[in-house]
């Protein structure tokens, strides 16, 4: 199972907070809990709960190829616009995204937003694989979750049909358009979020999410999140993230880390 429990992690942790019977995941034999500490009683996690996967590196997970092959779509586009690969990761550093900093200096326009999305998304994922594990756990759910993305809403429909998921067993996806091309991390795609799911209270939101600024701004926000990943996809290096609620890994079942809520 290697490079595809991220998204199965963040199921079971649901048999750990109390909600497992909410979704119906009682009786699967994958869906054990991974530690033995529940949240207290009186959270709401069986009223009105609602599960945000992110897609890319959590839903599936393969070691960072189809990121290594978004990144570089990205820079072969920025580079069009006569645009370095240097100055697009400076406009990411400063706007969140490298579009956020093309729109914001005036080097695309809202339509080329558009062109740029279709275009940078136009990969090859023949890395991501199916996960027969995962469409099951995901199809017994009897509430559905939301993919939550940075990306957009046909990119995470290919991800989808790669890993043999059905997108009736999906609640729905919220992507960057919906958000207003605004960044995963802004308050107001949180926002977007839950006006979206109709959800009214923050608390009744769990993100899992390999991102730690997506953690951390789900966190203000109120949210529950799930840190998926041990390690930096820079350097490899060990990654911490107190705000998170749990930390699992993405490769291999190695127990679960909570945070007390």
């Known amino acids: 199972m290697r490079h595809r ?11 750990c907070v ?17 530690a ?17 996967l992110d897609c890319d590196d959590c839903l599936y997970q393969n070691n960072w190829t189809t990121a290594e092959k978004l990144t570089d779509s990205i820079a072969a586009y920025t580079a069009r616009l006569g645009v370095s690969k240097e100055e697009a990761f400076a406009l990411y550093e400063e706007h969140g995204t ?3 900093g ?18 940078v998304h136009a990969i090859d994922l023949s890395d991501i694989t199916p996960d027969p594990q995962l469409a099951r756990l995901v199809g017994r759910l009897r509430k ?4 939550f993305t940075a990306s957009t809403e046909e990119h995470v429909r290919r991800c989808i049909r790669r890993l043999k998921l059905s997108s009736k067993d999906l609640a729905g996806i919220i992507d960057t358009r919906l958000c207003r091309l605004e960044t995963k991390h802004h308050p107001s795609s949180f926002n977007v979020a839950m006006q979206r799911a109709g959800v009214a209270r923050p608390e009744h939101c769990l993100l899992c999410d390999d991102s730690l600024k997506n953690i951390r701004a789900a966190k203000r926000m109120g949210w529950r999140a799930v840190l998926v990943g041990y390690l930096s996809r820079g350097d490899g290096s ?22 007390g809520l």
Request: glycine share 10%; aromatic share 10%; proline share 5%.
């Open 144 to 147: 559905r979750p939301w993919i």
């Open 36 to 52: 033995q500490k529940r949240l207290p009683k009186d959270t709401a996690w069986e009223d009105d709960v609602v599960l945000f």
């Open 102 to 119: 093309l729109l914001a200096e005036g080097i695309l326009d809202e339509n080329g937003a558009e062109v740029y999305l279709q275009d």
């Open 5 to 15: 429990v991220g998204a199965l992690q963040c199921l079971r942790i649901l048999m």
């Open 238 to 259: 060990p990654v911490q993230c107190e705000e998170a609620d749990f930390h699992i890994g993405n490769s291999e079942m190695k127990g679960l880390r909570w945070s």
């Open 98 to 100: 490298a579009l956020k």
């Open 18 to 34: 109390g909600a497992g019977r909410y979704f119906g995941l009682q009786g699967l034999p994958f869906a054990i809990p991974i």
